[in-house]
């Protein structure tokens, strides 16, 4: 008899946060971006298929992917939209659907905030891995959000920092993040003061302008930008663009949604993938972005990670 995995309540959201270990998280991204930077016939992507939801303010994205190596089909529909300060509504949504490729029956369905959060800031941290000053010191985060307190967690796990700072427009919510943090984190009342002799340094905000600017950021520091994922959306400016050697998850991905490279005409060095498979190098001595928009790929080893983990505990 068929089994459907159903991960859609809350208490489901903390189950999968116990499955999806990130050491094991990290080690698929890896691979899997690695593979998606060859465009062998193994893995097929698009990219993402964004609804408008003008009327609200908002946009359905549709991230659907297949591994054939591994033999994973899934798809994510996640919802994200730009809210007013002080709105009691979340900003972003995810449901991610897993198949049985053989069939095309659906064999889990879940919610997607614990993956995409996890997920997300796993990709940050192989791109810190990568491009980060050797002697990183000084973490810096932007926003105090879902994807801050997650970026927060994976990169103390992964990383050893002397420093970690946070900066977000609301001064309490800065300091929420901070109580809540299992470790020191100074709250800073400008983006300046946050992100002068950061060596690491994460926008994680909804802005859609311009709030993390060249002239303040160190030479050598590695940012690593996943906010801002439409065309006309930016969080970094024309300097730090122009200035720093750009690093993207897809290529595709980012001459489609990202504001941050198509308004500033930024040259994209190369993905993310491309430096893991070792096709082209990693320039950590230079002042280094990486544009992170999100791929199904992600989702989808994420998804299989959570659901292989939960069928060899039944
Ligand atoms: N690259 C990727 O794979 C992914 C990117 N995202 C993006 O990451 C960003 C953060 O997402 P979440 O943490 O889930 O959202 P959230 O709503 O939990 O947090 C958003 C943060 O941005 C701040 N913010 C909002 N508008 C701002 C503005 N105009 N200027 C400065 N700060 C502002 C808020 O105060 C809050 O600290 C969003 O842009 C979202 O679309 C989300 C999921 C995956
Ligand atoms: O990859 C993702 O899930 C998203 N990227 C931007 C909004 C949501």
């Known amino acids: 008899q068929h089994q459907i995995l159903v991960f859609l309540s809350y208490q489901n959201i903390a189950e999968i946060a116990q499955l999806l270990d990130v050491a094991e998280l990290i080690s698929r991204l890896e691979a899997v971006m690695g593979e998606f930077s060859q465009r062998g016939a193994g893995l097929v992507q698009p990219v993402r298929s964004v609804v408008p939801l003008q009327k609200h303010g908002g946009f359905l994205g549709l991230m659907p992917a297949y591994l054939a190596h591994e033999d994973i089909l899934c798809t994510k529909m996640v919802a994200f939209y730009q809210r007013e300060q002080g709105s009691s509504l979340p900003t972003t949504q995810a449901t991610v659907l897993l198949f049985d490729p053989v069939s095309g029956v659906v064999s889990a369905v879940m919610d997607g905030e614990v993956i995409t959060a996890r997920r997300t800031a796993a990709v940050s941290a192989i791109s810190a891995k990568l491009l980060m000053p050797r002697h990183a010191e000084i973490l810096c985060l932007l926003g105090s959000g879902h994807q801050a307190v997650s970026h927060y967690e994976v ?160």
């Not at 103390?156 to 977000?168: D, G, I, L, M, P």
């Not at 950590?284 to 505990?313: C, E, H, N």
Request: proline content about 3%; some cysteine; glycine content about 8%.
């Open 155 to 314: 990169f103390t796990q992964a990383f050893t920092f002397k420093e970690v700072r946070v900066w977000s427009r609301s001064k309490e919510r800065a300091e929420e993040f901070a109580r809540a943090a299992g470790g020191p984190v100074t709250v800073c009342p400008s983006v300046k003061e946050a992100v002068e002799g950061a060596d690491v340094i994460v926008t994680a905000t909804n802005a859609s302008e311009p709030l993390l600017f060249g002239k303040w950021v160190k030479s050598g520091a590695h940012v690593a930008a996943v906010g801002a994922c439409r065309p006309d959306w930016r969080e970094l400016d024309d300097d730090l663009m122009r200035d720093a050697v750009v690093y993207v998850d897809s290529r595709e991905g980012a001459a489609a949604e990202s504001g941050d490279v198509i308004l500033s005409g930024a040259e994209v060095f190369a993905e993310l993938g491309e430096m893991i498979n070792g096709s082209m190098p990693a320039q950590r001595d230079k002042t280094t972005v990486f544009k992170s928009l999100g791929m199904g790929i992600q989702d989808a080893v994420s998804a299989k990670l959570v659901y292989d983990k939960w069928k060899s505990q039944q």
